[in-house]
């Protein structure tokens, strides 16, 4: 699902958002590093593809021609870190028969 890394509001756009896009809900920009399938926080630059300009505010708009709309599971709401924490770690275990 793709939607707003700042509010979650679900983007109901059919391609990519353009650079000048913004949230429906929050008017937060859409064409953002947060917003990429290539953003990953552990990574050099916090991006997977490596031979990319550093992009300074992950939350700003910016012309990245990489960008690809992250299409992920909504965050759930109602269970704070520990317990999504707890969750993992139990399915990281889980016996499948």
Known sequence: MKYCYHCHTIWEGFNQPGRRETCLKCAEDLHVCLNCR???????NQCQV???????NKD???FCDEFHFADKPLPEKNKNKT??????????FKKES
């Open 60 to 62: 700003k708009a910016n």
């Open 38 to 44: 290539f953003y990953d926080q552990h990574k050099s």
């Open 83 to 92: 317990d999504q924490a707890r969750e993992q770690w139990k399915n990281l």
């Open 50 to 56: 490596n031979n990319l300009d550093p992009v300074k």
